[in-house]
């Protein structure tokens, strides 16, 4: 029944979404936003202010901080790999998208496409010879900057920009067959936590809002005795996506188990890269998965999954709990008890543990950003108050969790 009337709200929803299309550039950096900017690129008007002197590079500073430049191991020259066929370069070629803007080689991706579908083995000899050698050739990781507003919100300062990142089509021709091998790894191995939904097939927006009204549902249903306050509360990870750290997705790699050869050429692939912004400045960088690319939501999966397998504190069984749900990088909390004391421990035993997990990560919450709202159908209890990095968060009577309100009484 919830599930119905979640999409009647998605179909109310739907009506104005066009007046909503900004704000999704925070909800989904890789979605409808970016594939709209990455067809309108040529012609487009000039952002207002970004030609001021030292504008753009504060803002490239900001949104691309630097790290220590990693050396990997030496890769074993021994490791055997399955050679890439030439139907595999022609599936992949006819997963290519047409119409985007291109990378700094200025090849349209439909030549490519054409290429790749007359003339494979050129890909293939020259793709296979990149695992055989564990190196992903520097042309494709050099890319182009295009800052995307958000919104309405002040052009001057950096968090208020979208990076996207513009690459070579080639290079992301060889991504795709990267991303479909790790894939096919990943799923053998046991795949990602499935209180993760972002950047998963078969998985979406409602899939993740579902789960977190069934948890609350379970909770607060059956007689007024048993029923618990749940409360869910939702973390802002500040400029996620070019602050994750390349050590800490090999580590996820490896704890993945990932063949040699893989393991090898994305490391490769997250060594020297760089941007080209402004009047044809560049930048090296050295974190962050590229807005952009076509693995890039696959990596930060990989090293995101192991913040929902941390241990949140302990929990009461059937007096108190506390689960985390993602959708890339958003994290909602769920928690109950059967008072207002219980919840509040598990919230906040929760709390220490996610922000203890992303300072090791190199991650960083934007504690004043934390949400809450109280879940339940009990009529007496005193709002609780949570605690992240020692911000006080109290619950608000409504919260927008990715799409859809959350309000203070959910029966």
């Not at 950096?29 to 594939?35: E, M, N, Q, T, V």
């Not at 439909?110 to 000899?125: G, L, S, T, Y």
């Not at 109280?374 to 709002?383: C, D, I, N, P």
């Amino acid at each position: 029944m919830a599930r119905k009337e979640l999409k009647k709200g998605i179909e109310r929803s739907k009506e104005s979404s066009w007046s909503n299309l900004c704000r999704q550039v925070e909800e989904d950096p890789w979605g409808l936003p970016y594939r709209l900017v990455t067809k309108k690129l040529p012609g487009r008007r000039p952002i207002q202010g970004l030609t001021l002197p030292g504008r753009i590079e504060s803002i490239v500073d900001t949104l691309f901080p630097a790290d220590e430049t990693i050396v990997w191991p030496v890769a074993d020259a021994s490791h055997g790999f399955h050679e890439i066929s030439i139907e595999e370069i022609r599936q992949c070629a006819r997963d290519i998208p047409t119409g985007k803007a291109p990378g700094p080689d200025g090849v349209p991706d439909m030549v490519v496409k054409r290429i790749a579908e007359r003339r494979p083995e050129i890909f293939a000899q020259a793709f296979n010879q990149c695992l055989g050698e564990g190196i992903f050739p520097a042309i494709w990781k050099r890319a182009d900057l295009v800052l995307l507003p958000k919104g309405n919100k002040p052009l001057d300062l950096p968090s208020s920009y979208r990076p996207i990142c513009l690459l070579n089509t080639t290079g992301k021709l060889l991504e795709r067959i990267i991303k479909v091998r790790l894939d096919m790894h990943l799923e053998t191995f046991g795949g990602f936590s499935e209180r993760q939904y972002g950047f998963r097939k078969g998985k979406s927006t409602i899939d993740a809002i579902s789960h977190v009204m069934e948890v609350i549902d379970s909770k607060g249903s059956g007689p007024l005795y048993r029923r618990e306050l749940g409360a869910l509360l939702t973390l802002d990870v500040a400029n996620a996506f070019n602050t994750a750290r390349w050590c800490n997705i090999s580590e996820g790699l490896i704890r993945k188990k990932v063949p040699e050869y893989l393991l090898t050429i994305i490391r490769s692939y997250m060594s020297d890269r760089s941007l080209v912004f402004g009047e044809d400045q560049h930048r090296s960088i050295n974190r962050g998965v590229p807005q952009g690319s076509v693995i890039g939501p696959l990596l930060w999966n990989v090293m995101y999954d192991d913040l929902l397998r941390i241990d949140l504190g302990d929990n009461i069984p059937g007096h108190s709990s506390a689960e985390l749900v993602t959708f890339a990088d958003d994290v909602a909390v769920v928690v109950s008890g059967h008072n207002t004391e219980l919840p509040e421990i598990a919230a906040n035993r929760a709390l220490e543990a996610v922000s203890s997990w992303m300072k090791r990560n190199g991650l960083t919450l934007a504690a004043h950003k934390t949400e809450a709202v109280v879940l339940t159908t009990k009529r007496g209890y005193q709002k609780p108050t949570f605690m992240v990095d020692g911000v006080p968060v109290v619950p608000k009577e409504k919260l927008r969790y990715l799409f859809f309100f959350f309000f203070f009484f959910f029966v």
